[in-house]
């Protein structure tokens, strides 16, 4: 560990971040954000797909958290289409695909407890 004089500081979204655990749980953090970039490992999703998959979070609360990611460069919202019938997929960055180990291994240790 550095002490402070040596800590080096990483700016990210207009933010300074003194610890890099600060910036990862910045941007996963939280009650959703993990789950839902964890179901993006398997590969794009639609939006009624990922409340199937995590029914405990209502539309509004999926919604702000999608937006949330897509802002902080961790998925992508692609939009197929016209109105009435628009398409739109949700699916990993190239940033968002570095967390992918450790969500696994975050989900590997919650199958253990």
């Known amino acids: 560990m550095q002490s402070d004089e040596e800590r080096p500081s990483k700016?990210?979204?207009?933010?300074t971040y003194y610890c890099p655990i600060s910036l990862a749980?910045?941007?996963i953090g939280g009650k959703w954000k993990g789950v839902i970039l964890y179901y993006l490992l398997s590969g794009e999703k639609r939006f009624s797909e990922l409340k199937i998959l995590i029914p405990e979070v209502t539309d509004m609360t999926l919604s702000i958290q999608l937006k949330k990611l897509e802002q902080d460069g961790l998925i992508k919202r692609s939009v197929y289409g016209q109105k009435p019938l628009l398409k739109v997929l949700y699916k990993l960055t190239s940033l968002g695909e570095k967390i992918g180990p450790a969500l696994e291994q975050?989900?590997?240790w919650g199958e253990g407890i």
């Open 11 to 15: 700016r990210y979204n207009n933010k």
């Open 25 to 27: 749980m910045d941007l």
């Open 106 to 108: 975050l989900c590997l």
